[in-house]
């Protein structure tokens, strides 16, 4: 009967013990090692930088092009609401490697990119 209280309140340390050990902060890492979402990801403030850098440039996302015009923000918006945003951002496939501005995002611009959007891909 002794060693079973023993028992119980050792497991019952060693459990809260790894509660209290390995907790999740929920900190918004993509899995790139960037980290946690920023506070208050601002579309003009830190989203339209990284387009006009990356996305937004000649013969990509400009002027009537396909798969929107990430120059306006009803475009980007239309292909987020269509899913396609997120997967082409976490798997690397835009930008392509052929295209006239940087061949990849960094992870800063991929966090931001990828919060912004968690975030509901706000206009603000």
Do not use: R
Request: aromatic fraction near 6%; hydrophobic fraction near 35%.
């Amino acid at each position: 009967m002794k060693f079973s209280k023993i028992l119980t309140v050792c497991l019952l340390a060693i459990s809260l013990t790894m509660f209290f050990a390995c907790k999740d902060d929920d900190g918004g890492d993509d899995g790139s090692g960037s980290g946690a979402c920023p506070d208050n990801v601002s579309y003009m403030s830190d989203v339209v930088p990284i387009l006009n850098k990356s996305c937004a440039i000649e013969n990509c996302h400009v002027n009537n092009f396909v798969n929107g015009d990430y120059s306006k923000y009803a475009d980007l918006k239309g292909q987020h609401d269509l899913g396609k945003l997120k997967p082409q951002i976490e798997n690397g496939a835009m930008p392509p490697s052929d295209t006239a501005g940087p061949k990849e995002l960094t992870s800063s611009e991929k966090n931001i990119l990828l919060c912004w959007i968690e975030d509901g891909a706000l206009e603000n």
